[in-house]
Structure formats: C-alpha cells, structure tokens
C-alpha cells in the first residue's frame, strides 16, 4: 500500500470550475509539498505545508495534520492548469529531500 | 539566476553502456537530491548530497548505481552497465546551505529522460 494517496487519479474540468485535489498519508510528517509537472517537462514546487494554508494566486493548498490530509484547490481553473499534480511528504525520520510521492492526479482542463 | 540545470536533457544508451547524468545546483545551493520516475510510476527518491559527502543513499540500488557531488562542478549520477529497466526520467533538486527542506520549497531540474535501448 502506498504511504501517500492522492485522489482522484485522473480529474476532467471545464474552464473556470474549482477543482480540488487530495492527498492523504499514512506516516508522521514533518513536511508536505505540491508539485506540477507539465508534459513532457520538469517539476515545479507549488507550496510546501507544514500547518494550516498557503494561497498563490488561484491555487490553495491546505493541510491537517490531525487527520493527515491534504488539499490543493484550484479556483477558476484555466487549461494552462492541465498538469499532473503530485503530493509528496517527508516523513519525519528521514533525511530531508527524502520524500514519498504520491502518483499523482493528471488534470485536464478543457476551453 | 539560473534554475537548477540538467544535462543531458535526453540520453539514449545500448545495454551494457554506461550512463552518466550531470546536475548543476541553483547558484549558492549545496544540497542536490536525485529522484527517478519509471514510466507510469511516481518518484521515487534516490539519494542526497552535499558537497564531497552522501548524506542518504536509502534510494539508491545497491548495484550498478553511484553518485557523486565534488567541491568543484555538477553532481553526477552514474549507471554502469545500463539495462531496459533503468530507463527513466531522472530529475535532480537542490536546496541552500544553511536551510533545508525544513523552510524551503523544492528547486528541481528539468529532468534526463534516459532510454536504454
């Protein structure tokens, strides 16, 4: 079973729907990342958590760490958005940089 | 400032080759993490560096792998004697000095995406 859970696995939208994604996680933490990855392309860090919420223009990314839950929220998502979004949290026995991802959520974003 | 720059960017290797992957930090970073993503699979982290040490090489197989992040130039990834199995996209971060992923977000690379043919 993987550590990190993210769902859905695939996420279909129309252009201006909020879209959330969510991340659940079965070790302490000490820290928890978004990422996006583009086609074909390299990695962007989105937020990193480690209590409460963090907003960057239309993206909102939240986290309990009671219930060990995450969420990334999207408000009047844009195709540009199209992306696969990854979870990934670094447990807090390990080395920092050592991160367990999840698989991801592949967003599409239709015009 | 540059990002944290990868090269090759696509590398084709015949099995039994070796591959060699390079990764320069974001100017005044020192930590460099490697992570590799099989196709159709998520990351996976493999091993993390500082300057001429490795600090946690749990990801790392134990066989045919190496890394390496000398006091002068990129960090290297090495493969020897490749096979199918090894093709993958490989992506490499970095982080500064003095702090780490405690107070930081993640810097990565581009990614080299190596197939073994």
């Known amino acids: 079973k993987n550590e990190v859970e993210q769902s859905p696995q695939n996420l279909t939208a129309q252009e201006g729907e909020f879209i959330t994604i969510n991340c659940s996680y079965s070790?302490?933490?000490?820290?928890l990342h978004w990422l996006q990855q583009h086609p074909g392309g390299g990695i962007v860090s989105l937020f990193m958590l480690s209590s409460g919420k963090k907003k960057h223009g239309r993206l909102i990314a939240t986290i309990n760490i009671q219930e060990k839950h995450s969420s990334l929220h999207i408000t009047a998502s844009h195709p540009r958005d199209s992306a696969v979004y990854i979870c990934?949290?670094?447990?807090?026995?390990?080395?920092?940089?050592?991160?367990?991802f999840g698989k991801g959520t592949k967003l599409s974003v239709k015009p | 400032n540059a990002g944290v720059m990868q090269n090759p960017r696509h590398l084709v290797r015949r099995r039994g080759q070796e591959a060699r992957l390079r990764c320069s930090p974001m100017?005044?970073?020192?930590?460099v993490y490697w992570y590799r993503q099989l196709p159709e699979e998520g990351l996976k982290f493999m091993v993390y560096?500082?300057?001429?040490?490795?600090?946690?090489e749990s990801g790392m197989p134990k066989e045919r792998f190496s890394a390496e992040f000398p006091k002068e130039g990129p960090s290297i990834l090495r493969i020897q004697q490749v096979v199918r199995g090894d093709s993958a996209a490989y992506f490499c971060?970095?982080?500064?000095?003095?702090?780490?992923?405690?107070?930081?977000?993640?810097?990565f690379g581009q990614g080299t995406r190596l197939t073994v043919v």
């Open positions: 990934a949290v670094r447990w807090q026995l390990g080395s920092q940089g050592n991160l367990i």
């Open positions: 070790v302490g933490i000490s820290a």
């Open positions: 100017k005044g970073h020192s930590h």
């Open positions: 560096l500082q300057k001429e040490n490795i600090i946690d």
């Open positions: 971060a970095s982080s500064p000095l003095n702090r780490g992923w405690k107070d930081t977000e993640a810097f």
